[in-house]
């Protein structure tokens, strides 16, 4: 079917979305969030304090909890914590969208710098806490729990691809089988942040060799940082086969079939869970260019047998099975 | 069965229910399907007037009988230091007022409403007395007016087929004053009436008989006095006649005031007593109508529903009717459209303060308030205060500010921003917070798209419940909130594209 003329270009016509295998959000909600991710294991994604436990239980690792504060703590509590700390990231337990994570990544005397290079003082630290605890940041404005990390020491290798802020690892793990992967760059657009709508860069990451494939920056195919200038035809994320082992086997700790998983690289310990998510995003497929849809419905079509395999052999199977196209 | 099944099943018996019931309302108990639908309502006042002889008084005054065509919707007593009260008396109601004394002019009243319907004006049979009461035609009446009356009678029998054709043709007869018979008759019977003579001619042709007593409803009629029709049984039913011009049936627009029977009022302790009518007509809204029939009958529908809830109480619901509107507003802007909000039924909300304040005074409102908010939120935020005594604070000054508003505006001569008390003040306060924070987070742009998708939301949702029709439908027919409802629910089933995304994913199609 054929769109009228002045809406070409600015829009598609939603069939040629279905051909090509794309998931829209009504399809992600009622197919799959609603089909394979049962309500009550929702609270170990939605709550990274019982992430960062289940994920003990499984022998995944997750960057280092330092603190928790489950009551509103008095500021002599908090700086006890933090003082002697160089290095740290304040989060909340139920924020959701990365909202009100706080990274501090020195000291300037009494003063707290951030990756921005802004200093903030011990009060606004103290403020900080006093927020998420009341519940700012977290779904439905619930009174929240406080949780302080240690700050991952990055792998330097994507340092070049990133601008100011953290980079990390998106994969979609459906029903065991990772399914699909991007990484996250901060650009300086993105005031630091890695969030895709606020114009950071999506790169693909092919499934069988960790190479990028494809990037995106605000819906544009671009071939390099545009601040660092580095190409991404050159990206190679190390410890790949670990990683997706990693993302396949969060499947087995948290239960949920649809599931988006975070990775961070680690300098010394390698890949490393920072939070799993039960309702993961639709813009991987523009950082890929390629629609979920049609990899969801090839594992749906499996048989039980396929279904019940350890997550070696998943893991083998979608490196293989959902390896990128070579590009023409 | 799949719950797509079910939400299938569930929403078509949801939307049966709700249609079925809406249907029965409009075509049984009348309620109007489309707004404006006025009905003509008559008020039909009796005044009984009598010169009181300053003893104890008492008077009668017979009241209407049910007619099928003519719904009473109400009626009302004036009885100013009158003992009053209403009794039955050989299947007919009598109003009867009573006083220990009175002296000069008295005056009471009895008025009712009645509203047309179609139909026939009477049910038969009627249980009245077929028997007939010979005049008595002899010594006192003279020869020739016997004569008269016989061969009137005769001529009319001969040129009819039975009773009906027979009481016409007498009838006609009676009114053409060339006829010499006719003439004859009349001139003997001076003081009395057409219908008191006809009947007695119709009692010496053995037939039975007796007058009924209405009103003719003509707009603005006063002082009027009641009009007779007559009634006659033709062996197996009883038949109504206009008696001037001898046609048969119950004119249109007749009011049945009295069917047979004694006098039409009674007065004791009284002289000069009689009844003037006066008739108005009003046209009135369709609903209140079918409102007012079926009060009466206590029809369980409406008895049971919101309509039998004080006013106050109703108005507050005509709103809240329009919420599920409001909210499937909402989910078709964001499961077709994907518009983006803050909070995601807030646009009901302030859709319901615009209504109240209307559109644009609402919206300058709306967006002073927030901006004034967010000043003073940014203000706020550096003086480290906990969260909840932040927002406290913040909903204190939107009241203050509300305040402000109302009187800097009134003092200006701008009344309608009194209105601005319609503003939900909680939802406020948090639609302020929550900005401040994406503003921290996020930066002014995405506040004024979360601001603006929102203020688009909830214009469309107040342009959706501000339309006659809509606000017609849910506040007389709440059972098509089932209908919504199951809509709702197949919406809810939709795994199509949003329009949003046609535009998101269209780098993905090269």
Redesign the interface.
């Known amino acids: 079917m054929q769109l009228p003329s002045f809406l070409r270009?600015?829009?598609?016509?939603?069939f040629?979305?279905?051909k090509?295998g794309?998931l829209?959000?009504?399809?992600r909600n009622?197919?799959y969030i609603a089909r394979y991710n049962d309500r009550d294991k929702y609270p170990i994604v939605d709550d990274k304090l019982n992430t960062k436990r289940q994920a003990k239980r499984y022998r995944i690792p997750v960057p280092e909890l330092i603190a928790a504060f489950e009551t509103q703590p008095s500021r002599k509590r908090v700086m006890e914590v933090i003082e002697p700390l160089e290095k740290f990231v304040i989060k909340p337990a139920r924020g959701s969208g990365g909202?009100g994570i706080l990274v501090i990544v020195g000291r300037d005397g009494d003063e707290y710098v951030k990756p921005s290079g802004n200093k903030v003082t011990a009060?606004d630290i103290?403020?900080h806490v006093?927020?998420i605890?009341?519940?700012?940041?977290s779904l439905g404005?619930k009174p929240d729990r406080v949780m302080i990390e240690a700050l991952v020491d990055f792998d330097p290798v994507f340092d070049k691809y990133s601008f100011e802020g953290v980079p990390d690892i998106r994969v979609i793990v459906f029903r065991g089988f990772p399914v699909m992967a991007m990484l996250r760059c901060s650009t300086h657009d993105s005031?630091g942040k890695a969030n895709l709508h606020?114009g950071a860069v999506g790169v693909g990451v092919d499934l069988a060799t960790g190479k990028s494939c494809h990037a995106?920056q605000r819906?544009?195919?671009i071939e390099k940082h545009p601040d660092t200038e580095m190409p991404f035809a050159d990206l190679l994320v190390p410890d790949w086969g670990d990683l997706v082992r990693l993302a396949a086997s969060c499947y087995e700790m948290t239960g949920l079939g649809y599931l988006g998983c975070d990775i961070v690289l680690d300098r010394k310990r390698g890949p490393l869970l920072l939070e799993a998510n039960a309702r993961p995003g639709?813009a991987i497929?523009?950082a890929n260019?390629?629609?979920l849809r049609t990899r969801l419905e090839h594992i749906e079509e499996m048989d039980l047998e396929q279904l019940e395999k350890n997550v070696d052999e998943r893991v083998a199977y979608s490196m293989d099975y959902f390896a990128a196209k070579p590009l023409a | 069965m799949s719950p797509r099944a079910q939400v299938y099943i569930l929403a078509a018996l949801l939307t049966l229910m709700g249609a079925g019931l809406t249907i029965y309302k409009n075509v049984e108990l009348g309620f109007p399907l489309l707004p404006g639908e006025y009905r003509t309502v008559w008020t039909i006042e009796a005044k009984v007037r009598f010169t009181a002889d300053g003893g104890p008084a008492k008077a009668a005054l017979t009241l209407p009988r049910e007619q099928r065509n003519m719904e009473v919707l109400g009626e009302t007593f004036s009885s100013s230091g009158y003992g009053f009260n209403i009794i039955s008396e050989d299947d007919e109601y009598r109003a009867v007022w009573a006083k220990r004394q009175a002296s000069g002019l008295q005056s009471l009243f009895y008025q009712l409403d009645v509203h047309q319907t179609p139909g026939a004006a009477l049910e038969q049979p009627l249980d009245l007395s077929t028997e007939v009461v010979k005049p008595m035609l002899g010594a006192r009446e003279q020869e020739a007016v016997r004569q008269a009356i016989y061969s009137l009678v005769e001529t009319a029998r001969e040129r009819s087929s039975d009773t009906r054709t027979f009481t016409s043709e007498l009838l006609t007869a009676l009114a053409d004053n060339r006829n010499q018979d006719r003439n004859l008759i009349f001139g003997y019977y001076k003081g009395r009436s057409f219908v008191d003579t006809a009947l007695l001619v119709l009692a010496a042709a053995d037939i039975p008989a007796h007058r009924i007593r209405g009103l003719y409803l003509e707009d603005d009629r006063r002082r009027l006095d009641p009009e007779d029709l007559l009634e006659i049984y033709d062996g197996k039913r009883w038949v109504v006649f206009e008696p001037l011009s001898g046609s048969p049936g119950v004119p249109k627009n007749f009011f049945i005031w009295q069917r047979g029977g004694k006098s039409l009022l009674d007065v004791e302790g009284g002289r000069n007593s009689g009844v003037t009518f006066s008739v108005i007509s009003n046209d009135v809204p369709a609903r209140d109508v079918a409102m007012l029939s079926t009060s009466q009958e206590k029809e369980a529908l409406v008895d049971f529903s919101i309509y039998s809830l004080p006013i106050e109480q109703q108005s507050i619901f005509k709103l809240i009717l329009l919420v599920p509107v409001g909210a499937l507003v909402v989910v078709l802007l964001r499961?077709f459209v994907?518009l983006r909000t803050s909070g995601t039924f807030m646009p009901v909300l302030l859709a319901i303060a615009f209504i109240e304040t209307q559109l644009f005074t609402g919206l300058a409102i709306f967006v002073l308030i927030l901006i004034l908010g967010l000043w003073i939120r940014f203000y706020l935020s550096r003086l480290?205060l906990?969260?909840?005594a932040r927002i406290a604070a913040v909903v204190v000054t939107v009241v203050i500010l509300m305040g402000a508003i109302s009187v800097v505006s009134y003092k200006l001569g701008i009344e309608q921003a009194l209105t601005v008390t319609f503003f939900p003040m909680i939802i406020l306060a948090?639609t302020i917070?929550r900005m401040s924070?994406v503003w921290e987070?996020?930066?002014p742009y995405e506040v004024v798209v979360q601001a603006g998708g929102s203020l688009l939301v909830a214009v469309i949702a107040w342009w959706v419940m501000t339309n006659r029709y809509i606000e017609h439908w849910t506040f007389n027919f709440p059972e098509l909130l089932l209908v919504l409802l199951g809509f709702i629910m197949i919406v809810?089933?939709?795994?199509?594209?949003?329009?949003g995304?046609?535009?998101?994913?269209?780098?993905?199609?090269r």
């Open positions: 270009g600015s829009l598609v016509s939603p040629t979305l279905r090509l794309v829209g959000m009504n399809a009622v197919h909202k009060l103290q403020r006093s927020n605890h009341s519940g700012l940041y404005g005031d606020q995106v819906g544009i195919r639709l497929q523009i260019g390629v629609g | 499961v994907g480290n906990l969260l909840v948090w917070e924070i987070e996020d930066g809810g089933n939709y795994t199509g594209f949003r329009l995304e046609l535009s998101r994913f269209r780098q993905l199609v």
